[in-house]
């Protein structure tokens, strides 16, 4: 397993100020968010100007891209035939392997949303790509029995396990357990077991963070665990200590 971190963490900077910042903080591994009006980049910047982009991802010495974090803004198909391909193809130049992307909102017509997913996989399967959905809150994945059930309706799909979405829910740690079988992918900080919790300080919570490991390791899982920690809302809290303390943490556990 390979520890990195999420853009997300510094949308107050620039992006090469963002991958730098991570660089001092000792990461050597990156997730880059792509979304609707981000600071950093959007799917229509790498549309507009694929060199450029190529350029930017790949000017900050000392740190490599590990996986995109994809949002459109938009669920129609159209929009994503447009934008996601080439996105895909920045991904295989790059030798990213991984794009994240959110399932349909909780309540969407489930067969459209198989049919998008599973245009979304052909897409990017040529470009030696993975597509993963997030087990997100107000999304088809915010139950792990539907996570599972749209893994199965869309072979090739695999899940980005974002265990926070669900621990402050309460949903048991029980339920989470068939879910490791179609983990690609892992957004990891700690979480309390409310909704106003979802992140805290490192310590403060109640995040499993060992025996999420532990299951992990029973499929042999050798993929990425980002540290997925937002600046917005801003916390309470220093930001860039916690994601320090929380890349120690995981690194003494892997």
Known sequence: ??????TLAFTRYSLEEALQSMVDLGFNRAEVAILPHSPHLTAEQ????????LERLRSVS??????????LGDMSLRVWQEQFPEVCRLANLMGIVTVTVAAGPRGSDWSQEVHRLRQLV????SYGVVVCVETRMGTLTESPESAIEL???????RLTFDPSHYLCRGVSEKAWEALYPYVHHVHLRDSGTSPDKFQVRTGQGQMPFGRILQ???RQDYR???TIEMSDNP???????PELRTLRLLLAGMI
């Open 1 to 6: 397993m390979e520890l990195a971190c999420s």
């Open 122 to 125: 052909g897409w990017a399967f």
């Open 151 to 157: 893994c199965r309706c869309v072979p090739g799909l």
């Open 46 to 53: 790498v549309c507009q100007n694929p060199p450029g982009t």
């Open 215 to 217: 299951q992990l390791r």
């Open 62 to 71: 000392g740190i490599s891209i590990a996986a995109f974090l994809l949002e």
């Open 223 to 225: 993929g990425v665990l």
């Open 234 to 240: 801003a916390p309470s809290y220093p930001l860039e």
